[in-house]
Structure formats: C-alpha cells, structure tokens
C-alpha cells in the first residue's frame, strides 16, 4: 500500500526509443515527462495516448492495495463513508442504470452470469444479484475484494481475471467501468474478458475518453474515440459505442465511452 516513489525523470528519447502505437501500430511521438516521471506518448494516426515508461506489475499491484487507496478512489467521485449513504446509492444506480439500459436487454430475460472485473467492494453486483443475476467479480485489491465478500456475502475474488481462476467461456457478460486505462496492457486484459465470454455473450465496459490530463497518475492509456474503436475491432466481430459525460469530485465534467461488444457474429 502506498503512494510509488517519484520515478527519475526520463527523457522522451529514453523512455520511448522507437514509439509505436500498441493499438494501431502507428508511430507515436514522445511527450515531455509528466510530473511523475511518465513520458506520454501520442498516437497521430488513431489519437490514443500512452505511458511509454510504465510502472512495472509490482509497482502497479502494490498502489492499488488497501483500504486507503480505495477511500481515494471514493473520494474522487464523491462518496465520503464506506457504509451505504446517498452518495454510494446514487452512484449505484447510475451505473447500474446504465447496465439495464443498455447491456441487459440485448442478452436474453436470465437469470445471467456475470463477472465484473476490477469491481472493488461489489456494490454494482450486489444491485446485480438484488436483480436475479448470478454475479462473481474480482479485483486486485486484495482487502477490499475480502471486505466485499463479507459485507454482501458475494463471491469477489481477489487478483487478475486470470488470478482468479474463472473458468474459460462460463459468463453471459464481463463488464467493467473505469479500469483498462489503468493496465499496462489492456489489450490483453480484453482478450482475456472476451475469453471469458461464452458465445452469445457480451463485454460491457466504460472508459474515459481524450483526457487531457496527462499528469493524472493512475492512468497509463488514453482513449481516443478512434482508439476504443480500434481496440474492440481487432477483438469483436461487432460492437457499439455510446458517449457519455460524467462529473468527478469537483464538479468537472469528463467525457467516456460505454462500449458493448459481442464475441460472435449475429
Ligand atoms: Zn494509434
């Protein structure tokens, strides 16, 4: 647990000696570090922006842990208390709003399976499971995923989808809101979401969208609107997106995508 040590500034060239884009394969030109040390580098061709210099799994695993990262995580959107208030009540049903409108009607009437993946304490899938479902998640917050379990008497498993011993195919639907940005590759962390899939089934999944704020150290990608799109067709044979706007702790407004994407044709 803990904040990482401030990384050595590294120089563009260093940090990015031959910058391709890991989602288009496009070249990519270097930023100047960011307050963190982190070189970003930006994709012409598909606009997606990067960490060329990442923090290593480890350092990645151990920032992520503990309850004082995820009161930061609350806090930034808001929610002061762990305990249910109407902060965490409103917070859940816009998100679960989100899931009836555009995720539920397109998989059949259910009961369905579902995973959520970085899920945190649970409460999308306890809202979930209140609906019928029958819901795993996990998360690599091994104490907070232990709390959630606890608290909503859920299976929340702690780690990696591939940690988490999931069986291959056993889902109607992966979702996940707000957490491929923060991988070193979330292209793989979506292939292993679609492997998770059984055919017929969907990935459910919001990311921001072109932030500009490149000092914004949790986060090691950057959608482009183009990016997202390109990520999901190298994996989906079909796939829709939709354009949503939230506020954080402060009030602005910051843009994200909702992606749905099937793993099979219709
Ligand atoms: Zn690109």
């Not at 806090?75 to 679960?96: C, N, P, V």
């Not at 979702?175 to 089934?201: C, K, M, N, Y």
């Amino acid at each position: 647990m803990g904040a990482l040590a401030a990384a050595a500034p590294a120089s563009p060239a260093q940090a990015c000696p031959a910058c391709a884009c890991p989602v288009c394969g496009g070249p990519a030109r270097p930023a100047p570090a960011n307050r963190h040390g982190r070189v970003v580098a930006g994709c012409a061709a598909c606009g997606h922006h990067f960490v060329a210099n990442p923090w290593s799994e480890a350092e990645i695993r151990s920032f992520y842990q503990g309850m004082e990262y995820f009161r930061k995580n609350c806090a930034h959107q808001g929610i002061a208390s762990i305990e249910d208030d109407a902060a965490w009540q409103g917070w859940t049903a816009h998100r679960l709003g989100q899931i009836e409108r555009l995720l539920l009607p397109r998989l059949g009437p259910g009961p369905l399976r579902i995973l959520e993946v970085g899920c945190l304490e649970g409460r999308v899938l306890r809202g979930l499971a209140r609906m019928g479902h029958s819901v795993s998640g996990c998360d690599v917050n091994a104490e907070v995923a232990a709390l959630g379990a606890r608290l909503f008497g859920l299976d929340i498993r702690p780690g990696s989808p591939e940690e988490c011993g999931f069986e291959p195919a056993s889902f109607d639907a992966v979702i996940s809101f707000h957490t491929l940005e923060h991988l070193r590759d979330p292209f793989a962390a979506l292939e292993a979401q679609r492997e998770l899939v059984h055919p017929g089934g969907a990935v459910f999944l919001e990311v921001p969208l072109n932030e500009a704020d490149h000092d914004n150290r949790d986060h090691l990608h950057f959608f482009s609107e183009a990016s997202l799109e390109q990520a999901l067709r190298r994996l989906f044979p079909r796939f829709e997106t939709e354009a949503n706007v939230f506020a954080d702790a402060s009030g602005r407004a910051i843009g994200s995508a909702l992606a749905l994407a099937f793993k099979d044709a219709p």
